[in-house]
């Protein structure tokens, strides 16, 4: 009787589903590119069907940030945000290190050829999220060896974090005459508690995977760097499984209670919750529930 009320249900709601959703992009029709590592690739993209993995690759310099990597990594999001046919994503480094940061020298160098503001980029979305829009698929960050300072904060300001057992965690740039500029002091707080984070980054201590796990800054702890990427790619896997307008939708309404509040938040979930109601996913998710199959979603 159960199977026969779903497919009625089903059979029902197809009658009302329009045959694109609103919520979906038309414009999202760019597809990203392999880009193989080599000497002068400074970041790597993988494909892997649904998934897209984007790699750090400066491990001559312990995988230092510099601008063009901070660029490559904006529009590597960007790109990312605007490929329908990815689900997720995840960033990680090549070599030892996961990332010591800013390349304080070439950034600084940069800075000094400017004459004034840098123009914004359009094509590129903050690694950081510091401005602009927030991305509406997630991202999961696999954390290993040195993970300091910047690098920490774009690890923040991921949705998913993975650590391998040898991370080593840094927040130090009060002991160099600088302070958490890429978001630490907002997001490292939210997440770890004001007495955890302010005894990192007011001393510059460093602290270890298992102490991010204790404060809650990581969600899972592997025992070594190749275990974490399986690890994150498993569960992008199962993220890609998901219908991706409730993807989407999970992470609108999370950020907004974030970015403006509680209330606003709570105010909007019938709403969104009613859009869901009339996409083909929903149809087919309840299809393939009575079916006994998985489902095979759209986003549409």
């Known amino acids: ?23 979906q992009d038309q414009s999202q029709t760019s597809r990203i590119k392999d880009l193989p590592a ?115 904060e774009i690890m923040l300001a991921a949705d998913i974090r993975i650590a391998a057992e040898n991370t080593n965690f840094g927040q130090d740039e009060n002991t160099h005459g600088r302070f958490p500029g890429g978001g630490a002091t907002v997001r490292f707080v939210r997440e770890a508690g004001w007495g955890n984070a302010m005894r990192y980054m007011l001393t510059g201590d460093h602290w270890r995977a298992q102490e991010a796990l204790r404060m809650g800054e990581i969600q899972m702890v592997v025992s070594t760097t190749e275990e974490a990427l399986d690890a994150a790619v498993q569960i992008a896997m199962r993220i890609a499984a998901c219908a991706p307008l409730g993807i989407k939708a999970t992470l609108a309404t999370a950020h907004l209670a974030l970015d403006q509040s509680e209330p606003i938040a709570l105010s909007k979930l019938s709403e969104q ?28």
Do not use: C
């Open 38 to 152: 080599s000497p002068n690739m400074k970041l790597t993209i993988e494909r892997r069907g649904p998934i897209v993995l984007f790699g750090i690759n400066r491990p001559y310099i312990q995988n230092r940030i510099d601008p063009e990597t901070s660029q490559a990594l904006g529009r590597a999001y960007y790109d990312y945000e605007h490929d329908s046919s990815l689900r997720a994503a995840i960033l990680f480094g090549h070599g030892p290190n996961f990332s010591r940061g800013i390349d304080v020298d070439a950034n600084a160098a940069r800075l000094q050829q400017r004459s004034g503001p840098a123009a914004a980029d359009p094509r590129m979305i903050d690694p950081l999220g510091k401005s602009g829009p927030h991305l509406s698929k997630p991202v999961i960050v696999v954390a290993h060896g040195d993970t300091w300072n910047m690098a920490h």
């Open 273 to 300: 919750y009613s859009a869901l109601y009339r996409t083909q996913d929903f149809i087919e998710g309840r299809r393939a529930e009575a079916e006994g199959r998985p489902p095979v979603y759209t986003g549409k």
């Open 1 to 23: 009787m159960q199977r026969r009320s779903l497919l009625k249900t089903a059979a029902a709601l197809a009658a009302f589903a329009p045959s694109v959703s609103e919520a």
